[in-house]
């Protein structure tokens, strides 16, 4: 991206335009490895998540979701995605029993609580 004289706000509006998923980010000691995956199956291979395979197409896009805002609630998930309510639910709740996320450690019933995505 240096090379090129691009930059994150470039990407940024790329990944908008086109619907791409987020970056993959991982650290090699000294190092910041980022990986920009084109497709939903990219996002699958190059994880290192083998749950993640478990995820259809509607959900790996939720779970990018997730990624990004690092806390959603299920209003925020269901709106974003154009879900009913318990479509939502099920696809959250799929993804907490994978372990690809987890919750804020509020009440289930609280309107504070949030599903977290997990590093």
Same mark, same amino acid.
């Given at each position: 991206?240096e $090379?090129? %004289?691009?930059?994150m706000?470039? *990407?940024?509006?790329l !990944?908008?335009?086109?619907?791409l998923p987020?970056?993959i980010i991982n650290y090699?000691?000294?190092n910041?490895i980022?990986?920009?995956p084109r497709?939903?199956?990219?996002?699958?291979?190059?994880?290192?998540?083998e749950?993640?395979d478990?995820?259809? $197409?509607v %959900?790996?896009?939720?779970?990018? *979701?997730?990624?990004s !805002?690092?806390?959603?609630s299920?209003?925020?998930?269901?709106d974003?995605l154009d879900?009913?309510?318990?479509?939502?639910?099920?696809?959250?709740?799929?993804?907490?029993?994978?372990d690809?996320?987890?919750d804020n450690g509020?009440p289930?019933?609280?309107?504070?609580y949030k599903?977290v995505?997990k590093?």
């Amino acid at each position: 991206m240096e $090379e090129s %004289e691009i930059g994150m706000d470039t *990407f940024r509006s790329l !990944r908008d335009k086109h619907h791409l998923p987020l970056p993959i980010i991982n650290y090699d000691g000294s190092n910041v490895i980022v990986i920009f995956p084109r497709t939903a199956d990219a996002v699958k291979k190059i994880s290192g998540k083998e749950a993640i395979d478990k995820l259809n $197409e509607v %959900e790996l896009a939720g779970y990018d *979701f997730v990624r990004s !805002r690092k806390a959603v609630s299920k209003k925020e998930y269901a709106d974003h995605l154009d879900l009913s309510d318990k479509v939502a639910q099920n696809q959250l709740r799929k993804m907490r029993d994978l372990d690809l996320i987890g919750d804020n450690g509020e009440p289930p019933k609280s309107n504070k609580y949030k599903y977290v995505y997990k590093e």
